[in-house]
C-alpha cells in the first residue's frame, strides 16, 4: 500500500436479496482483488439492512477483512448515509445487493478521482441492464456539451452505483425513501442535489455495472406506483435561469 | 513504368503485332446471361421471384439514332487517345514483358504480346494491395505470383467467370495450373474471359474492326477497353439510355469494368441479380443526388447509376449507406458482432475473409452486394438484425436466410416492420402528418429530416447533425454514433469485462436477443418531456406563482363564468399578480372580460394537442412542480383531474389542492357520470377542501360516502355570486298582468342533451297560444333533437352577449328544462332580476327554485307538469310577480360576493 494514496471504502448494501447478494458479493471480491493487486487499499464492508435470513446466511462467517453493519432502516438512502458514518475511507464505492461491477471500476474509478478535488463523482462509462430487462445505459458526463441539467427534472443520468469522495456524502446525505407517501428515487435526488450544489459527475472510460432488472425490484416498483422524485431546487422553474447563467 | 497508354499496341506495331492474328474468337453469345455457370449464392438466390421487372430497361434503351449519336463521340475520342504519345524509355515496356512472358511461360508468339498489352498495372496493384511493389516490378508479380494465386491481371478478365467455362483438365498436370494460365496456353482463340464481352457484338457495333481485328476479345482487352467501346448489348442499354437522357459524356467502360469487383461479372449481368438491384434502388433518393432538373424515367436512372452513379458514389439505396458499409468491411472481424453476424456459423478462411475484405477498384455498392454479404455485413447502421427478428416472429421461425436478405427483398416496402430502434416507421407518420414518398425512412431522408421531424421516441436528432444528409442522414449518423459507442461491448476490455461477470452470474447476458440502447438525453423516453417542456417554460411570464388556476378552455359556459369568478375573488384577496389561469383541454379563451386583467394567462393545451396523454401529465406535473405554487384549483380541467389522480398525494405534500365540482353528467344509459363520479374518491383524500356550487351536491357527497364530520367540512359550498344586484325587472313586467295579448315565454341555454331541448318543444307543441323564444347553441352536439323540428311557435333567437340585451319585458317568464344541473348562472342571473321562473327542480336549481321563489317542477321530464306550472303562473301574473320578488331577494342573500369572498377567504386561507 502507498500510504500518499487515497483509501477505498466499497460498500455492499443487502436486504432481502438471499442468494444474489452471494453474486454481487462474488463480484465486488473480484473488483477489490484487481484494485489490490495495483496498489490501492480497500476496506470492504457489508451493510445488511432489515436482513432476509437468506441474506444474513451468505454472510455469515466471512473473514476479518470485511465489516458486517446491521442496521434496521427498511431505506436503501438511510442505509448508505449509516455505511458513510461509519467509514473511514477517503472515497466510497456503493454496490447494492443484487448487481455486479466490472472488474475494473473500483481501480480506474480510483485512479481517476485521485486526479479530481472532493467535489467529483464517478459513475460508469455502462449501465447493463438485465434478467428483467435487456439494455444498455450510456453514460453522459456532466461537462460533455450534450448535457442537459433540464433532463434531471424527469429522468436519472446516473445510478447511486458511484465511487465519491467520503466528504461528498457526509455533505449531501441520502434522503429518506417514502414510497407509500409517493416518494422514491433517493439516487435520482442525490444526484439532483450534488449537481445543484456544484457537485461534478464524471464518466470513467471503459468501466461497466450490472444492474439486475428483477419484476419486483424497487426501482419497479416506485416506476410502477409513479413515485416521485422529493422536491429539490433542481425542480423548481426560478432557479432554471442559474443554470442558464452557468452554462 | 507503364502509364494508361500502354494498354494500347503502338500503332505502328499493330500491322505487323502478331495479335493480328485470323483466328476470330469464338463467341460467347449470350452466356454472360446464363446460368449454367453461376456460382450460387443461396442468400440472393432466395430473393428471386420477380424475373419480369428486367424488361423495362431494355425498352428504354432500343434506338439505333442514338446508337449513331454515341458513335460519333466515341470516335471522336477514340482518335484523341490514340494521337497520344508513348515513352519508350520506360523500364516497364512492352517488348520487355514480351520477354519475361517468354522467359517465364514459354510463349513466344502472340499471346505474349496479348498479356503484355493487356496487364492493367493499376488495377492489378489496387485490387491487390501491391503498393509496397515498385510498379515496374508488378508485371513480373503477376507471372511469378500473382497468376499463381488466379489475380486477376485486368478488368476484362474474369478468372471465376473463365474457370467456369474452361473444359475440364485433361492432364494430371493441367489441374494445378493457374486459371490463366490455362485459359492463356490452350484457350486464347477459343474462350472469352469475362462474362460481359459478346465478340459477336462488339464487331458487328464497330464496323472499323471488322476487317483489321481477328480477335476482338483481344483488341478490347488490350485497347477498345480503354477506348471506351461498348463489349455487349447490356451494357449498350444503359450506356445509350445515360447518353440521350442527361447528355452526359459516355461512360468509361474501364471503370465500370473495373467497378465490379474481380470474379463477378457473370453474377452482375444475370438476370436475378439485375431484378435484386432493381427492388432496393430508390430512383427518387437518386435522382436527389443529380443536378438534373428535368423528368427522368427511373429505368434512365437506374442506367445512370449502373454505368456511373456506382462509381461517383451516388446513393443507389436508403439500405446502403457507402461511409458505414467501408467502416464495416474495414473493422470486420469473424466474430464481430457489430457485423450483424448470420446465427448459422459460416465458415471462411482466413485468406478468404482477407480478399473479400479488400474494395480494390470496386465500387462499394457492388462490393458489399457481391463479397460483404459473404461476410454478412449489414451495410446500414439503421438495421439491427436482433430487433429486426425480435420483433416478427414470421422472420424468426421461418427466415433461414440472413435477416437483412429480408429486409432487402419485402422487409423495407411493408411499413409494420421494425427493424430499427432508431427509426419507427409510425411513429414518424404521425409526426410529419403526410408522406411525400412511398417509404418512411425514403421520406425522412428527403423530407423529414429536414423539418426537424425525430422517426423515434425520445431521440433528439439536434445533437445529430449530418454533414451530408442525402449521403448519411441525421438519423444515421444517430445509429452510427450509438452503434460506435457500443462497440466497446463487443471488443476490448469492457467486452472481456461482461465475460467475467457473466462467468459469476450467467443470467447477466440474459434475456437474449436485442439488447436496447439509451443514452440520456440524447435517445431516452423522458427526452421528449424534457423537449416539449424547453419549449413551454419560456413563454411562462413567470417562474412563481402563489395560486395556479386549473380549467379546460374559456368558452360559453357556467364553469368558465365561475372560474372567471373565483379568479377575480381570490385576485381581490391576494396579490392579483401572483395568479395564473391555465387553460388545459383547448385553446379558446372566448371570455377574457370574466377574468381580471392584471393575472396571467397560459394556454397550456396549445402545447399539448399532439401529445399523448400520460405525457400530458407529466408536464403539467412539471409545470406546477416548476412554479411552486401555494395553491393549485381545479375547475373542470379533466387534465388537472388526471394529474392529481396520478400525482395527488405527492403534489398535496408540497401546495394545497382545491377542487371545483358543479354537477354529476348522465351517461347514455341514463347512469351517473362525470367529474363528481368519476374523480371525487380517487382525489379527495388529497384535497385541501372541494368547492361545490350548490348544496345538494355538496350533501350528496357527504352522504354517500358517509363522510365523518372532518371530512364533511372539506367540502365547501360556493354559491356564484350574482353578477348584477341592481337589475331589476319587477316594474317593467308589471305591464305583463294587463297583457291581453300574445303570451311568451323565453328559454337559454346549450341545445345539448342535459338541457332537454325535447321538453322544451313538447311543452311548447302543447301550448300552441304561448311564444317561446329560444336562446343558445349547441356546445357538446350530443342531442337527438334537430333545432329544425321546432314547433311554429318556437323562435330561435341566437345567442347573446348579455342578458339585459334581450326584449326580457315582452316576455312572461323563463323556462328552464335541464334534466341534471349543478347551480345554473343563467338561473342565478334570471331569478336576480326578479322575473318568475318555471324550472326542473334538479341538482342544484332547487337552492333557488322553491314552491316559495318559483314554480319548480319534480317531474322534471314530464311535458304536462311544465305545462301545468305555466297555466298556473299566467293565470294569476301578480302572484308570479310577487314570487319572482321572494325569489330575488332570496338569490341576492344566498348569491353574494361578500358571502363567497369570505367563505373563499376562510377555507384557502387568504
Known amino acids: 500500500m502507498t500510504t500518499s494514496k487515497l483509501s477505498l471504502g466499497v460498500v455492499l448494501t443487502a436486504h432481502g436479496e438471499g442468494a444474489m447478494a452471494a453474486v454481487s458479493y462474488n463480484s465486488l471480491l473480484e473488483a477489490c482483488q484487481y484494485a489490490e493487486e495495483r496498489d490501492i487499499e480497500v476496506k470492504k464492508m457489508v451493510v445488511l439492512d432489515k436482513p432476509s435470513a437468506q441474506t444474513s446466511v451468505i454472510f455469515e462467517g466471512l473473514g476479518d477483512d470485511t465489516t458486517i453493519l446491521e442496521t434496521n432502516f427498511g431505506d436503501q438512502g438511510l442505509v448508505r448515509n449509516a455505511a458513510v458514518e461509519s467509514s473511514d475511507c477517503d472515497l466510497i464505492a456503493f454496490l447494492d445487493g443484487d448487481d455486479l461491477w466490472g472488474e475494473n471500476w473500483l481501480y480506474e474509478a480510483h485512479t481517476f478521482l485521485s486526479k479530481q478535488d472532493e467535489k467529483t463523482i464517478a459513475h460508469p462509462e455502462f449501465n447493463w441492464f438485465f434478467q428483467g430487462v435487456s439494455s444498455v445505459l450510456i453514460g453522459l458526463d456532466q461537462d460533455d456539451p450534450k448535457f442537459n441539467t433540464d433532463f434531471l427534472r424527469f429522468g436519472n443520468y446516473w445510478d447511486a452505483m458511484c465511487m465519491a469522495y467520503r466528504s461528498a456524502h457526509l455533505a449531501i446525505p441520502y434522503c429518506e425513501r417514502k414510497i407509500k407517501e409517493g416518494f422514491a428515487f433517493e439516487d435520482w435526488h442525490w444526484n439532483c442535489e450534488t449537481v445543484w450544489k456544484g457537485f461534478n459527475h464524471k464518466i470513467v472510460n471503459d468501466t461497466i455495472h450490472f444492474k439486475r432488472r428483477r419484476q419486483n425490484s424497487q426501482t419497479l416498483e416506485a416506476s410502477g406506483t409513479k413515485s416521485l422524485m422529493p422536491a429539490t431546487e433542481i425542480t423548481s422553474f426560478a432557479n432554471l435561469e442559474s443554470f442558464s447563467t452557468a452554462a | ?910
Open chain 2, 1 to 910: 513504368m507503364i502509364n494508361s497508354s500502354d494498354h494500347t499496341l503502338p500503332d505502328s506495331e499493330q500491322d505487323e503485332n502478331p495479335l493480328a492474328i485470323n483466328d476470330v474468337a469464338e463467341s460467347v453469345g449470350d452466356t454472360y446471361l446464363s446460368e449454367q455457370h453461376a456460382e450460387p449464392v443461396s442468400e440472393i438466390d432466395s430473393l428471386v421471384s420477380e424475373y419480369d421487372e428486367v424488361t423495362a430497361i431494355e425498352d428504354d434503351c432500343s434506338s439505333s439514332e442514338n446508337d449513331t449519336k454515341l458513335a460519333n463521340v466515341i470516335d471522336s475520342q477514340v482518335s484523341e487517345y490514340d494521337e497520344e504519345p508513348v515513352d519508350e524509355n520506360v523500364i516497364d515496356s512492352i517488348e520487355h514483358r514480351v520477354k519475361l512472358v517468354a522467359d517465364t511461360m514459354f510463349i513466344f508468339d502472340e499471346r505474349a504480346w496479348f498479356l503484355a498489352a493487356m496487364f492493367n498495372s493499376d488495377f492489378y496493384r489496387i485490387n491487390y494491395n501491391l503498393n509496397e511493389v515498385p510498379v515496374e516490378a508488378l508485371f513480373e508479380h503477376f507471372l511469378t505470383e500473382g497468376m499463381t494465386k488466379n489475380y486477376s491481371p485486368s478488368p476484362a478478365f474474369d478468372p471465376v467467370y473463365t474457370a467456369s467455362i474452361l473444359p475440364a483438365p485433361e492432364t494430371d498436370d493441367e489441374v494445378d495450373k493457374p486459371v490463366f494460365y490455362r485459359w492463356l496456353k490452350g484457350h486464347f482463340k477459343s474462350i472469352t474471359p469475362h462474362a460481359m464481352f459478346d465478340a459477336d457484338f462488339y464487331l458487328d457495333r464497330y464496323s472499323d474492326l471488322a476487317e483489321s481485328v481477328s480477335n476482338p476479345y483481344a483488341h478490347f482487352a488490350t485497347t477498345g477497353l480503354y477506348e471506351d467501346r461498348i463489349p455487349c448489348k447490356f451494357l449498350q442499354l444503359h450506356v445509350n439510355s445515360v447518353f440521350t437522357t442527361f447528355e452526359e459524356t459516355p461512360s468509361n467502360i474501364e471503370a465500370i469494368f473495373s467497378s465490379i469487383p474481380i470474379g463477378c461479372s457473370e453474377r452482375f449481368c444475370r438476370q436475378e441479380t439485375q431484378v435484386i438491384f432493381k427492388k432496393i434502388f430508390m430512383h427518387e433518393l437518386y435522382k436527389q443526388q443529380l443536378d438534373a432538373d428535368i423528368e427522368v424515367s427511373p429505368a434512365s436512372l437506374y442506367s445512370h447509376f449502373l454505368t456511373q452513379g456506382s462509381l461517383n458514389r451516388h446513393r443507389p439505396t436508403m439500405l446502403f449507406n457507402d461511409a458505414w458499409y467501408r467502416d464495416q468491411l474495414s473493422n470486420y472481424t469473424s466474430n464481430d458482432k457489430d457485423t450483424d453476424t448470420l446465427r448459422e456459423f459460416k465458415s471462411l478462411s482466413a485468406d478468404r475473409i482477407r480478399e473479400l475484405q479488400v474494395m480494390g477498384t470496386s465500387s462499394s455498392f457492388l462490393h458489399w452486394f457481391f463479397n460483404g454479404i459473404q461476410l454478412d455485413i449489414v451495410p446500414t447502421p439503421l438495421f439491427d438484425t436482433d430487433y429486426y427478428t425480435k420483433s416478427h416472429p414470421d422472420i424468426r421461425n421461418n427466415w433461414k436466410a440472413h435477416p437483412f436478405m429480408h429486409f432487402i427483398e419485402t422487409g423495407h416496402k411493408e411499413p409494420f416492420r421494425r427493424y430499427s430502434e432508431l427509426f419507427d416507421n409510425n411513429f414518424y407518420k404521425r409526426n410529419i402528418g403526410k408522406l411525400h414518398f412511398n417509404s418512411a425512412l425514403l421520406d425522412f431522408t428527403l423530407h423529414g429530416q429536414f423539418e426537424g421531424v425525430s422517426p423515434a421516441a425520445g431521440l433528439q436528432l439536434e445533437h445529430f447533425p449530418a454533414k451530408d444528409p442525402i449521403n448519411c442522414s441525421s438519423v444515421e449518423e444517430a445509429a452510427i454514433y450509438f452503434k460506435r459507442r457500443t462497440r466497446k461491448l463487443s471488443s476490448g476490455p469492457v467486452a472481456n469485462m461482461i465475460k467475467k461477470a457473466t462467468a459469476l452470474e450467467p443470467q447477466l447476458v440474459r434475456p437474449y436477443g436485442m439488447r436496447a440502447v439509451r443514452m440520456a438525453p440524447l435517445f431516452h423516453p423522458e427526452t421528449e418531456l424534457m423537449h416539449d417542456m424547453s419549449e413551454i417554460v419560456p413563454k411562462l411570464n413567470k417562474t412563481q406563482y402563489d395560486t395556479i388556476i386549473l380549467m379546460p378552455h374559456c368558452r360559453l359556459a357556467g364553469s368558465a363564468n365561475v372560474a372567471g369568478q373565483f379568479t377575480k375573488t381570490v385576485a381581490q384577496l391576494s396579490d392579483s399578480e401572483n395568479i395564473l389561469v391555465i387553460t388545459t383541454d383547448l385553446s379558446a379563451f372566448e371570455r377574457p372580460d370574466w377574468f381580471p386583467e392584471s393575472i396571467d394567462v397560459f394556454d397550456l393545451s396549445e402545447h399539448t394537442a399532439e401529445v399523448p396523454q400520460e405525457r400530458k401529465v407529466r408536464i403539467l406535473l412539471d409545470v406546477v412542480r416548476g412554479l411552486r405554487p401555494n395553491n393549485i384549483v381545479n375547475i373542470n380541467s379533466n387534465l388537472g383531474w388526471h394529474l392529481t389522480n396520478t400525482f395527488g398525494k405527492q403534489l398535496s405534500a408540497w401546495m394545497n389542492i382545491y377542487f371545483y365540482l358543479f354537477c354529476w353528467d348522465r351517461d347514455q344509459k341514463g347512469n351517473k357520470g362525470g367529474y363528481p363520479i368519476q374523480w371525487f374518491l380517487p382525489s379527495f383524500d388529497y384535497a385541501t377542501a372541494v368547492f361545490t356550487d350548490n348544496t345538494t351536491l355538496r350533501t350528496e357527497l357527504q352522504n354517500r360516502y358517509c363522510l365523518t364530520d372532518a371530512m364533511r367540512k372539506k367540502i365547501v359550498t360556493l354559491h356564484t355570486p350574482a353578477a348584477q344586484t341592481q337589475l331589476n325587472y319587477q316594474n317593467a313586467l308589471a305591464e305583463r298582468s294587463t297583457n291581453k295579448g300574445v303570451r311568451r315565454i323565453f328559454w337559454s341555454g346549450r341545445f345539448d342533451r342535459q338541457k332537454r331541448v325535447d321538453v322544451l318543444f313538447a311543452v311548447a307543441k302543447r301550448l300552441p297560444d304561448i311564444e317561446f323564444w329560444v336562446w343558445g347553441k349547441s356546445v357538446l352536439y350530443d342531442s337527438e333533437i334537430k333545432m329544425s323540428s321546432a314547433p311554429e311557435n318556437v323562435r330561435l333567437m341566437g345567442t347573446y352577449l348579455s342578458l339585459d340585451d334581450l326584449p326580457i319585458a315582452s316576455c312572461d317568464c323563463f323556462l328552464y328544462t335541464s334534466g341534471w344541473d349543478g347551480l345554473p348562472i343563467i338561473l342565478i342571473d334570471v331569478a336576480s332580476r326578479g322575473i318568475p321562473i318555471v324550472a326542473s327542480s334538479v341538482g342544484g336549481v332547487g337552492d333557488l327554485v322553491n314552491d316559495a321563489t318559483g314554480w319548480p317542477v319534480v317531474e322534471y321530464a314530464n311535458p304536462d307538469a311544465y305545462c301545468d306550472a305555466i297555466d298556473t303562473l299566467l293565470a294569476d301574473y301578480p302572484e308570479a310577480l310577487s314570487k319572482a320578488q321572494a325569489g330575488r331577494e332570496h338569490t341576492l342573500a344566498l348569491c353574494n360576493e361578500e358571502l363567497y369572498e369570505q367563505t373563499l377567504k376562510d377555507t384557502m386561507q387568504l
